[in-house]
């Protein structure tokens, strides 16, 4: 966060008062208070009401509403209300609308889609929050300052593709170049003018669902690219508007998703004071997927984020949405806390009557009453951050292990037309987090920039863009003694999407100590196996064919052709070592690599035991470790003995020896 | 029907003799009279033929076909031919046809596809149905016109968003109303012109499936009714032209589908002569399903119906059209007339030897042959309705059990963006439709604007949408003796989607005397019972967790965190009783709470006598009982014993105590 | 091929090496030669090389490629670039792009996406091709021309619209004709002017995937005709000059796919000099697939045909490509050759670094190794080629069952709307070609117009659409001692989809000698049987109930109302028989009535001993028969005992009685 920081441990959430009549506000903070809310986020999709027309403001209700929220002593998170624009701007400047995959214009509707690249929508945001950022930029009630709202979705108008080929100029400089980088004397697509260039959407290069299949990757990725750019264009826009009136409090804006692929969250973490995040996880989501995406946001900095959304009981998109069994909201919200929240904020605090999310659970529900479960346990878990927010804020966790997680990877890999139709990101990086997060090892989701020797051990997986120089950084690292851990599908490609010629992986062939001749699609029906220590396991997806060139074989295939052949190999390089998993292993059978790695890289986990309970580790500014302890299931589970006499900041009492079902306990000595 | 009636029980059908040379028809004729066909639908699509270019008509076809027919006897449903456009209008006037769900202007094709508000549409039909009716609005053989055909689909052009805009200040006077029926403080959604509204299709508020998925229901259900209105204005259009020619002769317009969701047939009915029906139950639909719209149909009027469309063997539209078996087809159609049919009507009389419909079945096949088993079947019932159709026509039903099914309802439930992905409307009230067919009670199927005081027991159940004045209603019904059954999802929200506060079921609760603190989720792979009377049963969909406020407890969950707390409750209120019923039931589990609000209601079913047929009564214009008992199998039935030594009408002979698959007896004492 | 031939018998492929510096070009060809690689497929698309604005022409690099391969001796199949325009074409000319099925112009992007009416494009195209020509057309190198790429893919512009009407205009001459035709009196679609008529697609007359669903069968079918001869005007426009610049060399275009739907490549075949094919089996597809488009390939022009384009290891674009197991790709190639391919050609000799087919394997691969396993199978098949290659170039191959596939049957076929929705043309073909197969009986893949007397027995299965004079063909046929069968939905409809009166299979129903009344649809998880010499089989899709009309039952439903009726029949007609079968039956259902056909019809297998392997035989010029015997699996088999003795042309040794997995054997006595 830098010097800009929040004031405390913040408790609260989206509040959005003007859809109720104003005398009913002063009944919402009453019973807000009743469950230690000490913090609201207001004006999120207010432009309508700010600007009922172009240039005239009316600051009436939203005066009112600071007010009465600064009068009962609440925090407040400003929005600047750009996430979705009233009906009139459609109507007078109909290209701030986007248009979409399929070519279509878009018209008044929904939110969040403006065309980044419209001068108009940018005139006119910007025009707002100046006058927002004017008016309430000195108000010492503000605490930070939320732009936009999950900033997300492309557009492919005839503005973005102006846009688009300065941006190519930029990047590329000569049409030579772009021609070589995006390998255009396939297919007679050589380019001889900017002008040429169009959009890779349905019409165009590109096919099947969004951001799936097109004939250009180069291009594609590229497109993205320019469009996380000019998104984040926006975000920098008012950024620099709010920083003029109000320097000293923190400006985010809230990512979102699982996580969102279409906007880099790595190159927008640069331009962000502090991290804030959506989370809402699945009723059917196992409990390691929002631990990722919580040490994912916590990384982006490496410091303490914002929750900056999630829901007190039941949200209502998800196809299906059970109820929080009780003690699940609490959990939920302190696994946040556990790895790295310094805030627990809801969306919503008031219950919307009409409209889209109006089954989207609230502080206060439909029934207005407060003798209800999901009332008690916000109340509960209200007074919990009452007692330990003070403590755990700030505090930093030090991990050890650093997992890759990378945009362009996520791009690239997920374009890949051939071998199998199946490659997807994001399980496969989960496959790997998965076995840190089982082992209770503290990890961090780095990018390809973050500094590897921070780390006892860099997880690499599917590294499949290899951008000039990661192969040397690589190399460099284990060499001085670092430990690395990649897999099939890695060191394939330049950062314009190019094969690296002369055998995979590429730039990872010496660190590795393999080449990679031939890589087997695994199809529907058949089950190829692998032995590793004496045991089969299953493998999956992608079957690499691994010649040995210096590495040692750790598991080979059981079965086909290549029976025999080298399946999971290690290279020692230097001080160091390197994994290679040539393909796609079950939990089980990554088990004894991931051992071996740990082992070797002299890493420890928070407790040797085993055990069901998920535990991590703050430490606070001071020095103080304190470990979460958290019951993520409705079973009971016994705490591990390590524990036993740990004092709980929750009670302040002994730690339970067991823990009842999403029972949690944040322990010191 | 009023004082315009059918003159006899017709016995006939679509027929489309401009697609042969006029010296086939007499041989046709011949035909259809072995068969006992006493009646023809005529000049459904022949706009194209009538009006060659715009002005000029030319009836010398049609002459000839009226004159042939009324010379054989026939009696004759007049249609308009407005339903298919001719190509040269769409030239012309491009803006008839409609812009799609996907915003897109369709061309020449098809039918059905005129855009409502179309100007030069609704001229160009006024025009053609002026000729018509001036032409032939006094032949004496026409005993009914059939306005346009299967009204459907909706239109998003900018003429009709004009359209909307004079509905919508007709509805809410004030851009104030709106806004707040419409909770558009939400998303930045304000309105502050009336010009700023756009229709509600994939390019602006609406997603998903057409009618599935929206921003703002408020707005997507107003547009639902406007379309409707829309439609329901150009059969009124016809209508109105008609009845300056032939005021004495019903006009109608043949309803459809399962039931059609875009048209409110309820509303439509007011401005009907008298219904009528076209009925396509597919292989595996089970009985109960056309049992159902039947008394839908019958109910709209409260007065018997014309089967206007029906197949005498395949269809061609369906995925998959098996022959129906031996006597299937006039099991199938005299389950129409059990329920309230008034005539028998077949699409087609004559099978088309090329276009779309050319596999769907017609009384004179492709063969031309009499000597075919379909055939023979027509000519038997043809038989069978010379002999029963006087006794029977005009015959009503009276049912005291009366089963809200309410278009708006229909919208808004499959709108709502909450708790589970898997709300459908239609099967829901069927689950309780079911119920009294399963037990031979004869039920309405009525509007929330019907007289609930005409029944014993009132069935609502997902009664989600609650308009103005229907929660006092239902207390004034219970009060006064009534019964009432509900379920969960009742009771949320007003006309414009918008949640009643203070707790569900809203306007319910008092008559329920309970209160729904909280709705969870039954996700796949997962089973939460319910105990009724010592058994257990499978919750599906959705589980109310109920507070007794007044209600006592019929059935508890059996699973869960909440189990033991009340699942399915009844409430003495007033004279009357109301039951609640807080989750998707089998049938097995639904059956006692059936049970119990049917004896508590004092119903008695038209046999006690478990029995596999299916049993209806008619009771003909002079008292006279009439039971249809209908073997809707393949298998051997018993009939109940209470109907030994009745006479059957069919065979003018005492009824046989056994029924074959598919065998029919209409009897009386 | 007539008199221009390909000099020798082509081992290559397509070679780019625009993608890579000049100075790359020696050591690749170095590498061909290593496999014995004699031929290269050059230019296919490089029209943004060789044109890089509008009239200005840049042979430079094509002049280099061809005198390299020159010098090193290669055989040159030259493409013309025309398949993928462009970028400053589609920017100068937006409309030399295709209007796609849903109504949207496309942009630069992809390839295959002219539209085959534009008059730029054809301009264009003509003057890449002239310049192209007049080069190169006396290059003694170059032994073929390769026009365009893959035709394929329907435009639905304004331009064929246009172009379509005068296409009718030749077909019917007047409207009268066509609104026949189309038996247009059906939903009002009568025209009356020819400029009323509109393109299928899904904003007129079309719906669903394109080419499964329409109104107007007879208009939909016309356009794909339409389509269909639009490109062929494009192949013949390069064709004709080429021709005046090459008289001598042969020209094709490469057909594809399984086969490609729109495309009728039995009236394309007439315009080429030769076939070429370009064959890409997936893993999962039974053997017997790629056998029957090697058949359709050599019957189109009764003669040898090229194999364009393969794969020597794994393809990009399918759903999963597994590696071809060791030997796959040797045995996969040569059952093109044993089926009539008179080359063995490769997409592509070097690993594209960028682009979409970046992931399509090569010759070259990506580690531009030679030691690997791909690369070593390539040499030895290059060794194998080098030596049989001139023994087997232009033998033939002389089958004496014919089986009818039909390009219009299959667009037909698959419009029908009726009985079932499981209506596909190609998998019911195979069916009957898969019989053959397994009884190693040489089979032709023919069309209605091939002479039906060279044959013993001609097969027709769903011969729905009877052109004029068919019906008579077949009685002629059969009545002079042929033998004919054909199947359920046969000769149903005339050439523009309208129902034959009178009974099905209207012209089918003399020489069939049965009637049938009705067909049922055979429903998901129903199983309907039929006996056959004491057997019962399944029966799917559909079951006709047939009256035999002169014919006898050869098997009988075994259930259902109908059971003990015929459901497959024998008609003695003239000096010949003709079969019906009236449903479609597994293999072992189908296999006692292909035997009795085989057997009536005095058709010898290639040997009557049971066996696994895959048995051909071509006869070279000077009537040497060639066996080839082909083991299409990874496990052993043992060769018939007939072929014990026998020389095996790729060893010059005695033919091994046991061939392990994918071992082939071409043997001589």
Redesign the interface.
């Known amino acids: 966060m830098g010097k800009k920081k929040l004031p405390r441990f913040l408790y609260g959430g989206d509040y959005?008062p003007?859809?109720w009549p104003a005398d009913t506000w002063a009944q919402d903070i009453q019973i807000f208070k009743q469950a230690d809310i000490n913090s609201a986020t207001i004006n999120v999709?207010?432009?309508?009401?700010l600007e009922?027309?172009e240039g005239q403001y009316d600051f009436t209700k939203l005066d009112r509403i600071v007010d009465e929220l600064s009068a009962a002593g609440f925090d407040i998170v400003m929005a600047t209300?750009t996430a979705?624009?009233?009906?009139?701007m459609?109507?007078k400047y109909p290209a701030v609308a986007r248009v979409d995959y399929?070519?279509?214009?878009?018209?008044?509707?929904?939110?969040h889609n403006f065309c980044p690249t419209s001068p108009d929508y940018q005139r006119l945001a910007s025009g707002l929050v100046t006058q927002l950022a004017k008016r309430y930029g000195d108000n010492p009630h503000i605490v930070a300052w939320h732009v936009n709202n999950e900033y997300g979705g492309n557009c492919y108008c005839d503005n973005c593709a102006a846009a688009f080929r300065e941006w190519l100029k930029q990047r590329y400089q000569t049409l030579d170049n772009l021609n070589r980088a995006?390998?255009?004397?396939?297919?007679?697509?050589?380019?001889?003018?900017w002008?040429?260039?169009?959009v890779?959407n349905?019409?165009?290069?590109?096919?099947g669902p969004e951001g799936t299949e097109?004939?250009?990757?180069?291009l594609s990725i590229d497109y993205l690219r320019f469009q996380s750019d000019a998104m984040l264009n926006l975000f920098k826009m008012e950024k620099h508007i709010i920083e003029q009136y109000a320097p000293d409090i923190p400006v985010t804006t809230n990512f979102h998703s699982l996580p969102n692929k279409m906007v880099d969250y790595q190159k927008w973490a640069r331009e962000q004071d502090i991290i804030s995040y959506d989370s809402y996880p699945a009723?059917?989501m196992p409990t390691y997927q929002p631990a990722f995406l919580y040490d994912l946001m916590r990384t982006l900095k490496h410091q303490p984020f914002m929750l900056m959304e999630s829901t007190p009981?039941?949200v209502?998109?998800q196809?299906?949405?059970?109820?929080k069994?009780?003690g699940q909201m609490r959990a939920t919200e302190l696994q946040a806390v556990a790895h790295g929240a310094d805030t627990v904020q809801f969306f919503q605090l008031k219950?919307?009557?009409?409209?889209?999310?109006?089954?989207?659970s609230a502080v206060i529900a439909?029934?207005?009453?407060t003798d209800?479960?999901?009332f008690k346990e916000v109340a509960r878990l209200g007074h919990d951050l009452k007692r330990v927010g003070s403590v755990v804020k700030g505090a930093g966790v030090h991990a050890k292990v650093g997992i890759v997680f990378d945009w362009s990877n996520f791009w690239s890999f997920e374009y890949?037309?051939?071998?199998?139709?199946d490659l997807q990101y994001v399980p496969i990086i989960l496959d790997y987090y998965r076995q840190f997060y089982k082992r209770n090892i503290p990890t961090d989701v780095i990018s390809v920039d973050d500094d590897f020797s921070q780390y006892d051990l860099v997880v690499a997986p599917v590294l499949y863009m290899v951008k000039p120089g990661l192969g040397k950084k690589i190399e460099n690292y284990v060499a001085a003694g670092g430990h690395i851990m990649t897999s099939f599908m890695s060191g394939m490609v330049d950062s314009?999407?190019?094969?690296?010629?002369?055998?995979?992986p590429g730039p990872l062939k010496k660190v590795t100590g393999v080449?990679v001749?031939?890589?087997?699609?695994?199809?529907?029906g058949h089950q190829t196996k692998i032995t590793i220590d004496g045991q089969e396991h299953a493998a999956h997806l992608i079957c690499d064919?691994i010649h040995l060139e210096g590495a040692k074989s750790l598991g080979e295939y059981a079965n086909e052709?290549y029976a025999g052949t080298p399946a999971v190999t290690e290279n020692k390089f230097g001080r160091g070592t390197a994994w290679y998993v040539g393909s796609r292993l079950d939990h089980d059978g990554l088990s004894p690599v991931i051992d071996r790695a740990v082992t070797a890289s002299g890493i420890t986990p928070l407790t040797d035991q085993p055990t069901e309970v998920e535990i991590t580790k703050r430490v606070t500014t001071d020095g103080q470790p304190l470990y979460f302890v958290l019951n993520m299931s409705n079973d009971q589970h016994e705490l591990p003995l390590k524990f036993h006499g740990y004092r709980d900041l929750l009670t302040d009492q002994t730690a339970r020896p067991t823990l009842n079902g999403w029972d949690v306990e944040i322990l010191t000595k």
Chains 1, 2, 3 share one sequence.
């Not at 999709?45 to 009401?49: D, V």
């Not at 196809?319 to 109820?323: A, D, E, G, Q």
């Not at 314009?496 to 995979?504: M, R, T």
């Open positions: 959005n003007e859809q999709f207010s432009w309508a009401l009922p027309q209300s979705a624009m009233p009906a009139w459609f109507k399929q070519g279509r214009r878009h018209v008044f509707g929904q939110r995006w390998n255009m004397n396939v297919w007679s697509h050589t380019i001889y003018d002008d040429e260039i169009v890779p349905e019409l165009g290069d590109a096919w097109t004939i250009v990757a180069g009723y059917n009981a039941q209502n998109w196809p299906y949405s059970p109820l069994r009780p219950q919307a009557l009409g409209g889209s999310e109006k089954f989207h439909h029934s207005g009453r209800t479960r999901a890949v037309d051939g071998i199998t139709k314009s999407d190019n094969i690296y010629p002369g055998g995979y080449w001749e031939e890589s087997d699609a695994v199809v529907p064919l052709f």
